[in-house]
């Protein structure tokens, strides 16, 4: 079956294709999730109060997936978002009063397994079951042989020379898929590794249906989606700061919502009632996040170019964003590389009183010169007195300027990167053993080790990737 824009996607669906609703005039999408752990009340508030046509759950950060990819290793029935049962056991019974069309990448590294518990969470609840696809297609680690000699971007090296065990190979997917499972009749779409904005583009290119070759409404699409796919960072979140940039309400952000034109522009806002804010300087911030080339985003879908984009506040939460252009998409896709990389041992210590920073610095000093006693060279070290410039690891650390005198306590920090897990416990037990055998007043120590997943990235052909639209249902198909 030829889904819209010209691919070829296979359908195990119980509808038939629905054309593009290329009448509506605007589109309202909400944004219900801006990270894996995001909390869900500003969510449900949009689905009941927000009058929407749809709600994206973006919650897939780079190493995410990795993660979740170990937890299908263990578990195969496991590997999508950890969050996704208690999310969907309070919106699904939203969804059955209000006609909210979900869109999210909750199913990580295993959106078959989600679409599965979404089903029998309904069931079991006495519920509707929605009629749920799921895009599959992102996972390309049974080719990753092939791209020995592709160039890491972040090393500059060839793959082949990464250092660890490779667990995933995730390809960034674009909208296209998302958008045929809505021509064939999805009401929630749930995906693996996909590009943020393009969970954004899609309901857009389905509900105004624009040719894929629209390049200036891709581009626009796309500011829309980049500008939501943080959630409540448009909102006020991660944007306070006391003095400066006041936020009224931060413990109570209402997430954005979009009201988007057949043209691409879109007017912003927010629940009525809720904390957070919503202005021109909370969209500029927004939208030059994560962007290196305003001129130059590349996405599975389109080169978006973000430099003549307009923002217009017209006050009380309500931000009009115009503009902004694309070229065509450059035919490669991003393909994010889970590998293990050893492990990381920590310990922490407090000193207090007179000299505490004095007495914590010596203890970092021991535990220095006592992994060079025993042999234990890390891969990369860090002693930090948290809190007296601890996150700037350069000449002024533990300054003297700091006014060290001033500290009535302070908790040392030694953090290592090794290659196994027996060294990465020795850390700590270096740290506990500072209790007599380090300077005087220590307390409270804790120590833990975790293995470290790593990101690497590569590019590769758009053309090596086979995306599939899955739906389930009583009547089965396939073409």
């Known amino acids: 079956m030829s889904a819209p824009g010209g691919d070829d996607y296979r359908y195990v669906a119980n509808h038939n294709p629905m054309p593009a609703n290329k009448a509506m005039n605007t589109v309202r999408i909400g944004a219900g999730a801006g990270y894996a752990g995001d909390r869900i009340e500003p969510a449900l508030d949009l689905v009941e109060h927000g009058t929407l046509d749809y709600l994206v759950f973006e919650c897939l950060a780079e190493r995410t997936i990795a993660l979740a990819q170990r937890a299908r290793m263990r578990d195969p029935d496991a590997g999508y978002d950890a969050l996704l049962v208690p999310r969907m056991q309070r919106l699904l019974p939203l969804l059955a009063r209000h006609p909210v069309k979900v869109i999210s990448n909750m199913g990580a590294a295993n959106p078959l397994a989600a679409v599965a518990r979404i089903r029998e969470l309904a069931s079991t609840s006495g519920l509707a079951v929605p009629r749920i696809a799921a895009i599959t297609g992102d996972d390309v680690f049974d080719r990753i042989a092939e791209y020995a000699e592709a160039t890491v971007l972040e090393t500059g090296e060839p793959l082949r020379k990464l250092k660890g065990t490779l667990i995933s190979a995730n390809a960034y997917l674009g909208a296209r898929p998302i958008a045929a499972a809505l021509a064939a009749g999805a ?25 894929w070759s629209d390049f200036t409404f891709l581009g626009r699409a796309t500011v829309t989606g980049h500008l939501l796919e943080c959630a409540g960072q448009l909102t006020g979140g991660y944007f306070a700061d006391p003095g400066c940039k006041a936020v009224p309400d931060p413990w109570n952000i209402g997430f954005p919502i979009a009201t988007v034109a057949a043209d691409g522009a879109a007017q912003f806002g927010k629940l009525a009632g809720t904390g957070g804010l919503l202005t021109a300087a909370t969209v500029k911030e927004q939208l030059l996040y994560e962007i290196h080339d305003p001129s130059r985003y590349l996405t599975p879908d389109v080169v ?80 930090d007195v948290i809190g007296v410039n601890s996150l700037f690891a350069d000449s ?84």
């Open 304 to 383: 978006a170019d973000f430099s003549s984009v307009e923002i217009i506040d017209h006050g009380g939460d309500r931000v009009e964003v115009s503009g902004g252009d694309g070229s065509p998409k450059s035919g490669r896709l991003k393909v994010s590389i889970g590998y293990l990389d050893g492990f990381a041992g920590h310990g922490e210590i407090s000193y207090a009183g007179t000299g505490a920073v004095d007495r914590a610095r010596l203890a970092a000093e021991i535990i220095t010169h006592r992994l060079r006693t025993i042999g234990l060279l890390p891969r990369a070290m860090r002693c």
């Open 187 to 211: 009401e929630m779409i749930i995906t693996g590794r996909v590009a943020d904005p393009s969970l954004f583009v899609a309901p857009l290119m389905h509900e105004f249906g624009h040719a």
């Open 396 to 479: 002024k650390s533990w300054s003297d300027n700091y006014a060290a005198t001033q500290c009535r306590d302070v908790r040392l920090r030694i953090a290592a990167h090794v290659d196994t897990r027996e060294q990465a416990e020795l850390i700590g037990r270096e740290v506990e053993a500072l209790y007599t055998n380090g300077p005087a007043g220590g307390g409270g120590v804790t120590a833990g080790v975790s293995e470290r997943v790593s990101i690497a990235s590569i590019l590769i052909p758009e053309s090596d990737v086979n995306p599939q639209v899955i739906g389930e249902g009583e009547h089965h198909a396939t073409t």
